[in-house]
């Protein structure tokens, strides 16, 4: 057999062999160490969004969110040494400010070239001196070494670092949490110090981050979901825009009048469950959710507000439902009604889900809505900017 010792005996032996030897280790070390330390690329990725079905585990979708980003998925040392760019080294410089308790470096990665004002320093004060309560002696002290830094992204004007700890002490699951640098009219990258949540949309990023750290090969990015639908977020139009992809159908069907086709499953479920509703029992109705979502249901009716319930069942069926659109998150869809009758024009959604214990199809989540279900309701963010020109674009 050929071995490392009849290989080197002839050639490798003595002082001379020694050196080449040596020689030829150090440049196959320096070859992985400089590839090891190259920058981490820009590229425009798609995130598959997670949604949490009846009150337990996330489900992956194919709701996607794309932007670009950099992914790094390294300790918080490597990411020290490896990754040099302006948005990195101001990440590097908070964590380090906050590491050592001081309010006042804090604040000066805050300023920009024309300062803050009295209103903004006040905030920004107040918010450090809570992130270094929260994380100077733990995350950012003792436990340093294992956070993860796992992504950048490009979002507008605004570059948000998503970070965490994968095994964190008194936690039983690992968690992921962010920081947030706009970049100003001087093109200064600037952190924004915040102690609450961030907006719907970027609370989606969160949670996606959130989701691969605990499930390990889940939520993967992918270059090209093949979505029937790619539209930029109204608050990325300036700077690097985000997009939402999803796929659906557009409809203008009152579900209590109208024959739907049999062959549309998802629509024929919705308005099956409905009839069951107007034609049997709210009792008979709840029966089309999922468990917990139809314990949750049945207490409502039995409870201190049953006679707020009664009423609540009448009026939906006297006003009518009108189903404007429906959203395919497989194994989700979001079905977009409006009231048929009445002065209530507001669009609201339901939760359809493919139940992955028996394949069939359920209402779920009733009275629960997590990140996802807070940006689809977002006027701001979803609701005027992307739904309603989709709806005129398509009935047109």
């Known amino acids: 057999m050929y071995s490392y010792r009849n290989a080197g005996s002839s050639k490798m032996s003595g002082p001379k062999g020694r050196k080449l030897l040596f020689a030829l280790i150090w440049l196959f070390v320096g070859v992985a160490v400089s590839g090891g330390l190259r920058a981490s690329e820009v590229q425009t990725k798609s995130f ?5 079905m009846d009150f337990d585990r996330c489900l992956e979708t194919s709701l996607y969110v794309k932007c670009k980003c950099k992914q790094y998925d390294l300790s918080y040392p490597g990411f020290a040494a490896r990754q040099t760019g302006q948005a990195e080294s101001a990440f590097k410089e908070v964590v380090s400010a906050i590491a050592a308790k001081d309010p006042n470096a804090c ?5 920009g070239s024309s300062g803050l004002t009295d209103k903004q320093q006040q905030r920004y004060t107040k918010n450090i001196n809570l992130l270094i309560r929260a994380f100077a002696d733990t995350i950012l002290g003792e436990q340093l070494n294992k ?22 002490p008194r936690r039983p699951a ?12 001087a093109g200064q990258l600037r952190w924004t110090p915040r102690a609450d949540r961030l907006d719907d949309f970027s609370m989606l990023l969160v949670s996606i981050m959130q989701q691969r750290a605990r499930t390990d090969k889940q939520f993967q990015a992918v270059t090209n979901p093949g979505c029937t639908y790619e539209l930029p977020l109204a608050n990325t ?7 939402l992809q999803f796929s659906g159908r557009v409809y203008d069907c009152n579900i209590f009048e109208e024959r739907v086709d049999p062959a549309d499953e998802i629509l024929s479920f919705y308005q099956a469950a409905y009839h069951v509703l107007r034609d049997k029992s ?3 109705f709840v029966k089309f959710y999922t468990r917990k979502s139809a314990e949750k249901y049945r207490q409502w009716l039995t409870g201190k507000h049953k006679d707020y319930a009664k009423w609540y069942h009448q009026d939906l069926i006297q006003s009518g439902r009108k189903v404007l659109f429906i959203m395919d998150a497989e194994p989700f869809y979001f079905v ?17 889900v493919r139940d992955p214990a028996d ?6 989540n009733y009275k629960y809505s997590d990140y996802v279900h807070r940006f689809l309701r977002n006027k701001e963010l979803f609701i005027n900017p992307i739904l309603k020109p989709l709806l005129r674009r398509e009935q047109d």
Do not use: H
């Open 48 to 52: 598959p969004v997670p949604v949490r």
């Open 107 to 111: 604040l000066q990665l805050c300023r």
């Open 147 to 168: 956070v993860r830094i796992d992504i950048q992204y490009y979002v507008g004007d605004t570059r948000l670092f998503i970070w965490g700890l994968d095994s964190p």
């Open 174 to 185: 690992a968690f992921r949490t962010w920081m947030t640098f706009r970049r100003n009219s």
């Open 237 to 243: 139009i300036e700077g690097d825009k985000a997009y």
């Open 282 to 284: 709210v009792e008979d």
């Open 336 to 352: 977009f009604y409006r009231k048929n009758r009445s002065s209530d024009k507001a669009i609201r959604f339901e939760d359809i």
């Open 359 to 364: 394949n069939k199809l359920k209402l779920t």
